[in-house]
């Protein structure tokens, strides 16, 4: 589904809450995993993924730590 939603031109959002296995049988034990194994089919696929800085940017949300978006 990564490389499915990557190709189509989609973003791609990944955790245990949508999926619990890294591969068939394999149990991803943290969502970091389950982040490195997306990170690393987009690569492969030639794209890049955004930083948590980026991310928060590009939806509009607060920086890490504050409260709203336009916060000193």
């Not at 149990?27 to 997306?38: P, Y």
Request: proline fraction near 0%; hydrophobic fraction near 45%; charge should be neutral.
């Amino acid at each position: 589904m990564v490389a499915q939603a990557y190709l189509a031109g989609g973003h791609v959002r990944v955790g245990l809450e949508d999926a619990v296995y890294l591969q068939r049988g394999v149990l991803a034990e943290t969502n970091a995993a389950m982040v490195d194994k997306a990170r690393n089919i987009v690569e492969m696929l030639g794209g890049q993924a955004m930083s948590a800085t980026e991310a928060r940017s590009h939806l509009g949300l607060a920086d890490a730590g504050r409260t709203t978006r336009n916060a000193a």
